[in-house]
Every structure is written in C-alpha cells, then in structure tokens.
C-alpha cells in the first residue's frame, strides 16, 4: 500500500518506554480504520429518519429524488456589501 499526502498516520507506543534503535526491526505497522466519520454520517441519517422537523419538508423530498416544485425566497439584496478592514 502506497500512503499519500491525504493518509493520516498515527504512532501509537503500547508502553511508555522509549525504544532503543537496535530494536528497530522489531516494529510493525498496522492500518487500522477509524469508524469517525462513518458514525457521525450514520447518526445523521438516524436523525433523517427519525425526526421531521431536523430538516425541512422541501429538502427531505428532495433527497429522496421526488419531483417537488421549486423554492423561490424572496430577499432584498443590499446593493452595496461591505465588511470593516
């Protein structure tokens, strides 16, 4: 397996002892995944189906690919937009 820029690698020591560097080839390297961001994804689409009001009517049909008309709002947008420095 080849690692990219992207990969994030982390070094975990199983005790707190330092290694000497005659026991350097002793080491192993593991790739274990980590379930973060697949538990968060899931809890949100537990949230989805769960309860109605965490997104609004338009959205959740339009996620789930029904045909729904249009939402238009309706706001003044300033002509001039400025923001101090």
């Keep these: 397996m080849k690692i990219t820029a992207e990969e ?3 070094l975990e020591l199983k ?3 330092i290694p000497p ?7 192993t390297v593991e790739f274990v995944w980590k379930s973060t961001s697949f538990d968060r994804m899931k809890l949100a689409l537990k ?6 009001n965490s997104i609004s009517e338009y959205i959740f049909f339009k996620i789930l690919g ?3 008309s249009e939402q238009f709002l309706k706001n ?4 001039h937009l400025s923001v101090p420095g």
């Design 8 to 10: 994030e690698i982390c």
């Design 15 to 17: 005790n707190s002892r």
């Design 21 to 27: 560097c005659s026991d350097i080839s002793r080491f």
């Design 47 to 52: 949230i989805f189906l769960k309860d109605e």
């Design 66 to 68: 029904y045909n729904t």
């Design 76 to 79: 003044a947008i300033p002509k």
